[in-house]
């Protein structure tokens, strides 16, 4: 079982995969969260993540009560039920990241749905489309009541977007999560760009199967 030392180091690893990766705006404003045990998380407590160190995180009860002496900034108290009730909803998630990435947010402020048409994101079990929640204030009941309902309702989705705001990703550590999140803004991007060729095309109704064989015969968990 992994230490809490531990965990911390992986959310600030994670951190610095996103913004190495461009997936924070320009104010590199984001919040994280990492499963610590059945009961607790660890979740940034605020402001830029650019410099993330294992001290500007706070634990928060799945509840959404702060547990630890850090002080969490009060912009964030607007989002943690946003993550708790995630982690409520689905067992299997152990971390969940909310952010701007740029490629994911156009289609946020769109209000399209992306597509599962780019092989790897079906390495990290996505079998379904990243959909679209109806526009609410961030963290509003309203909103997370919606993330939920996709969360419970349809185990092949791994993240949705939120209608004019950005992106919440969720998955089974925090590493994952950020690399999950860099892949679907790789496709939300490559489905941009396919547009100039006539629109990206649909993956075989066989590939999701195919592809988790092929990860099995070679032990790959990607």
């Known amino acids: 079982m992994k230490t809490e030392t531990t965990l911390r180091e992986e959310v600030v690893t ?3 995969l996103l ?35 294992p001290e500007d995180l706070a634990v928060v009860d799945l509840e959404g009560r702060v547990v630890s002496q850090e002080p969490m900034d009060p912009t964030m108290q607007e989002v943690i039920q946003m993550h708790t009730r995630v982690y409520r909803a689905r067992s299997s998630v152990g971390a ?37 929640v109806p526009w609410a204030p961030r963290g509003s009941n309203q909103s997370v009541d919606a993330i939920v309902q996709w969360v419970e309702e349809h185990p092949g989705v791994w993240a949705v977007l939120m209608a004019n705001h950005g992106a ?12 999950l999140l860099a892949t679907l803004d790789e496709a939300a ?13 649909p993956l ?3 590939a999701v199967d195919a592809v988790r064989e092929r990860m ?6 990607r």
């Open 216 to 221: 099995a015969l070679f032990g790959s968990r």
């Open 19 to 53: 913004k190495e990766s461009g997936m924070l705006f320009r104010g590199e404003h984001a919040n994280l969260s990492q499963r610590l045990d059945d009961r607790h998380i660890l979740m940034t407590r605020g402001g830029s993540i650019g410099h993330l160190m």
């Open 204 to 206: 075989p109704a066989a």
């Open 14 to 16: 994670a951190a610095r």
């Open 96 to 132: 969940v990241i909310h952010t701007h990435a740029p490629h994911l947010t156009v289609f946020a402020v769109a209000q399209k749905a992306i597509p599962i048409v780019y092989e790897p994101l079906l390495r990290f079990g996505l079998t379904e489309e990243v959909p679209v």
């Open 189 to 201: 991007e490559l489905v941009l760009q396919a547009e100039l060729l006539g629109g990206a095309k």
């Open 168 to 179: 919440l990703v969720f998955h089974d550590d925090i590493v994952s999560t950020a690399r």
